[in-house]
T-cell receptor, first 110, second 117 residues
Framework: AQRVTQPEKLLSVFKGAPVELKCNYS??????LFWYVQYSRQRLQLLLR??SRESIKGFTADLNKGETSFHLKKPFAQEEDSAMYYC????????????FGSGTRLSIRP | EPEVTQTPSHQVTQMGQEVILRCVPI?????FYWYRQILGQKVEFLVS????????KSEIFDDQFSVERPDGSNFTLKIRSTKLEDSAMYFC???????????????FGPGTRLTVL
């Protein structure tokens, strides 16, 4: 079955603390993994994708095929990171449907 | 930067009524999608559309739903006879697909909140 699991509905950390948002996936084949972010009153937007191997706004995510995980990390949280984060995957083609996780609300305390 | 737009932002309707949700994708995009998010649940795929036909649909997308690209700019989702459980946020997305895996991505609209009473 194709599935993305985000075990934490809410994650609250202090400003300056490290952040790790967990994501595990189930997919038969070679999926492409993404993290989307939705800030308050804004639209869903792509944060990063595993194939780009880049760091966006200080966030990184490493694809671990053995553990089927794609956890999102940031060493020092900032207040503006507070948002809803969705882990997602698509199939072999970028035109494939996106399968989303249930999302984790990240709250950064001052 | 071009954006996907959706109208209306909020639609309230009575059960059994027809609704049409509208989307204007980014102008040079060729692939179009509808997703929905029931309150407190995950974003779910409904349908994808390419070259004037449905390329994939989920089991949610039953005979009550239809999509259309009536002109060169709009992409619509019609629900023929709304049910209470159709209440959700509906997101439109579009994709260009230039063949560059590092930049090809679906761009999402702000959503239309549908409330069925």
């Amino acid at each position: 079955a194709q599935r993305v699991t985000q075990p934490e509905k809410l994650l609250s950390v202090f400003k300056g603390a490290p952040v790790e948002l967990k994501c595990n996936y189930s997919y038969s084949g070679s999926p492409e993994l993404f993290w989307y972010v939705q800030y308050s009153r804004q639209r869903l937007q792509l944060l990063l994708r595993h194939i780009s191997r880049e760091s966006i706004k200080g966030f990184t995510a490493d694809l671990n095929k053995g553990e089927t995980s794609f956890h999102l990390k940031k060493p020092f949280a900032q207040e503006e990171d507070s948002a809803m984060y969705y882990c997602a995957l698509t199939g072999d083609s970028s035109a494939s449907k996106i399968i989303f996780g249930s999302g984790t609300r990240l709250s950064i305390r001052p | 930067e071009p954006e996907v737009t959706q109208t209306p932002s909020h639609q309230v309707t009575q059960m059994g009524q027809e609704v049409i949700l509208r989307c204007v994708p980014i102008s040079n995009h060729l692939y179009f999608y509808w997703y929905r998010q029931i309150l407190g649940q995950k974003v779910e795929f409904l349908v994808s559309f390419y070259n004037n036909e449905i390329s994939e649909k989920s089991e949610i997308f039953d005979d009550q739903f239809s999509v259309e690209r009536p002109d060169g700019s709009n992409f619509t989702l019609k629900i023929r006879s709304t049910k209470l459980e159709d209440s959700a946020m509906y997101f439109c997305a579009s994709l260009r697909l230039a063949g560059d895996l590092s930049t090809d991505t679906q761009y999402f609209g702000p959503g239309t909140r549908l409330t069925v009473l």
